[in-house]
């Protein structure tokens, strides 16, 4: 019998490319956030990154989605308490609300990142870290938020 490649257990294990991998790390520090908020932000993104499997080097995109998220926290979690339709905001699983969280600061606020690639690596993560609904869940609550943007969606902004 012979074997798909796409079936084999080593494309089932390939590992996620820079910008994925640093968007899932920049996913868990929100998750990690949530559940429990540090005393000292500063301490705890670098304790956080320095464990990582790479060297802290390698997740300077996820430090800035995540200082980006903090600088901006506030609006951030309007626009999702604005969005989320039947739906409260502490009801919001928490990986959710991270991919969310992530996902809305990318399209706010990182002009350089074309809408359309923030929206589906959301659903990717969503995929990834979460369960069926959530990726129906996280595709509605983005697809709202992107006929808002006065931007083009498949285009960086220089």
């Known amino acids: ?3 798909n490649i796409e079936d084999t257990e080593e494309s089932k294990t390939k590992k ?3 910008r994925r991998a640093n968007r899932i790390a920049a996913m868990q520090f929100l998750y990690q956030l949530e559940m429990n908020p540090p005393e000292i932000m500063a301490y705890a993104m670098a304790e956080f990154f320095e464990n990582q499997e790479k060297p802290r080097a390698y997740y300077q995109f996820a430090e800035e989605l995540v200082n980006t998220f903090l600088e901006n926290r506030e ?3 309007v626009t999702v308490r604005k969005y989320v339709q039947n739906w409260s905001f502490e009801r919001i699983a928490k990986v ?4 969310l969280r992530l996902a809305i600061t ?7 990142i074309p809408p359309i690639v923030s929206i589906n690596e959301a659903i990717d993560l969503s995929k990834d870290f979460s369960d069926a609904d959530s990726k129906r869940f ?6 709202r938020i992107k006929v808002t943007l006065n931007r083009p969606l498949r285009d960086a902004s220089k």
Do not use: Y
């Open 138 to 143: 996280i595709n509605g609550v983005l697809d």
């Open 75 to 77: 609006d951030v979690d």
């Open 1 to 3: 019998m012979s074997e």
């Open 96 to 99: 959710d609300l991270a991919i």
């Open 106 to 112: 990318e399209l706010f606020f990182r002009k350089d």
């Open 16 to 18: 996620p490319n820079m």
